[in-house]
């Protein structure tokens, strides 16, 4: 959610092929509108907004092959502008992954890398920085990979996800 509206973000079509397009809802209106493609195709990412901004976070995406790979990037959508830019890629490459805003701090949470290895690992972009780089902060108890993630009382909780963790909840104090 930006600005009142509800973004839907990548993804993949009917015949698996990996999607740039942007679509926003207007829950005042009903209306669907296009917005400005991505800059890569992806499916998986992790999508937030902080500072009137929308960050789409790793996911999966072509190579230049056009062979599926595990992506470290990270795009941002500023709606004063209607443009996407690159930002800071993360340490590393992950898809099906947590996203969470805290104060100024981007955290990209778990995930799965290119060998489809559910992840532990977290880091952290401080977004008051300009140009600042992605860092590691302390990693979960246990992998979780296509699990939710909320944000309350100064907190981070990772709810969930496939194998060992889906019936788990954990919390990030920074």
């Known amino acids: ?37 991505m800059i890569i195709a992806r499916y998986g990412p992790g999508v937030v907004s902080a500072q009137g901004k929308l960050f789409a976070v790793g996911s999966m995406g072509e190579d230049d092959e056009g062979e599926d790979e595990c992506l470290k990037s990270v795009e941002c959508f500023d709606p004063s502008t209607g443009v996407w830019t690159n930002i800071n890629p993360m340490n590393e490459a992950r898809f099906y992954l947590g996203v969470a805003v805290l104060g100024d701090k981007l955290f990209a949470i778990g995930g799965e890398d290119n060998e489809f290895n559910t992840l532990s690992s977290v880091e952290c972009l401080d977004l008051s920085v300009p140009n600042s780089a992605w860092t590691p902060v302390a990693p979960m108890t246990m992998p979780r990979s296509g699990f939710g993630v909320v944000v309350t009382g100064g907190k981070i909780y990772a709810i969930g996800g496939g194998g060992d963790a889906k019936h788990s909840m954990e919390c990030f104090d920074p």
């Open 1 to 37: 959610v930006l600005g009142g509206k509800i973004f839907v973000v990548g993804g993949y079509d009917d015949q698996n092929q990996d999607l740039s397009s942007v679509e926003s809802f207007d829950p005042a209106t009903g209306i669907w509108t296009a917005v400005a493609p």
